[in-house]
C-alpha cells in the first residue's frame, strides 16, 4: 500500500501509519482489505521439493516388486493424492504407449509437470538408483542359488502374487472408465480383444498397440468431436 505524504493537513491523524510499520487499526476498519490474487497451490497435494519427489519415487520403487501397477495406483492415487483416479489412467495409459518401462515414463511425466527438467531428472534418478544397486546384489546371490527347486517356486509364487496385484488394480481402477468418452462398451471390447491378441494370439504387444490402439484413438477423437459441436449448438 503506497501512503500519500503525511502532513497533518493531507493526513487525519487516525489514518496514520502506526510506528511499527503495521496499518493503523481505524484505517484497516475503513479500508477493504487487498485480495491475495496469489494461488495458494494448496488445492491438489503435491510434492513438497524435489528431495521429497527423489525419496518417493525410490520408496514407490522399492515396494514393486513385479506387480508395479498396483504399488503405483495406491500411492500415487489413494495415499499421497498427487493425481485422481481419471487422471493416473490416462498417464498410465500415455506411458504404457510410449518406449520404455512403464513406471519410469510416469516418474517423468510427473517430475516434469511438478517441477520442469529438474523435477524429471530427479523423479527418474529415483525410481532408477537404489532399485539398480539391489538388482545387482540380488542378481550376485541369486546366481549361486538359482538351481534349487526352493528358489524357483519362490520366483513362480512370486509371478502369482503379481499377477493378482495387477488383477486388483485393474478392478480398482474401472469406475475412472466410467465417464471416458469411448463408452462403455467399447471399452469392454477393446479389453477382451487386447487379452485375446495378447494371452491367446500371442500378437506381438506393438501391432496391438498400433492396431486396437489407433482404432480407439480414432474413434474416442469423432466421439470428442460430437461432444464439442453438440456443446456448441447447445
Do not use: H
Amino acid at each position: 500500500m503506497t501512503w500519500p505524504p503525511a502532513t497533518s493537513a493531507f493526513v487525519p491523524c487516525c489514518v496514520r501509519p502506526a510506528p511499527d510499520g503495521t496499518d493503523n487499526p481505524a484505517m484497516s476498519a475503513s479500508t477493504p482489505p487487498q485480495t491475495d490474487l496469489t494461488p495458494s497451490g494448496g488445492s491438489s497435494p503435491r510434492p513438497e521439493s524435489l528431495a521429497a519427489l527423489f525419496w518417493s519415487f525410490t520408496g514407490l520403487a522399492l515396494q514393486g516388486f513385479g506387480g508395479v501397477l498396483a504399488i503405483v495406483q495406491r500411492e500415487l492415487v489413494e495415499r499421497r493424492r498427487w493425481l485422481t483416479a481419471e487422471q493416473f489412467v490416462e498417464d498410465w495409459a500415455v506411458a504404457q504407449v510410449l518406449p520404455g518401462p512403464n513406471v519410469v515414463n510416469l516418474s517423468l511425466m510427473l517430475g516434469d509437470r511438478f517441477f520442469g527438467l529438474r523435477g524429471a531428472l530427479v523423479a527418474m534418478a529415483g525410481i532408477l538408483t537404489f532399485p539398480l544397486l539391489l538388482v545387482l546384489l540380488l542378481a550376485t546371490l541369486y546366481a549361486s542359488v538359482q538351481a534349487l527347486p526352493l528358489a524357483q517356486g519362490a520366483l513362480r509364487g512370486m509371478g502369482a502374487v503379481a499377477a493378482g496385484l495387477i488383477t486388483a488394480s485393474g478392478l480398482k481402477l474401472w469406475p475412472a472408465l466410467k465417464q471416458n468418452v469411448l463408452g462403455t462398451l467399447v471399452i469392454i471390447g477393446s479389453i477382451a480383444i487386447t487379452i485375446v491378441a495378447i494371452a491367446w494370439l500371442r500378437l506381438p504387444l506393438a501391432w496391438v498397440l498400433l492396431g486396437l490402439g489407433g482404432l480407439t484413438c480414432a474413434w474416442a477423437y469423432r466421439r470428442l468431436g460430437r461432444v464439442t459441436a453438440d456443446r456448441g449448438a447447445a
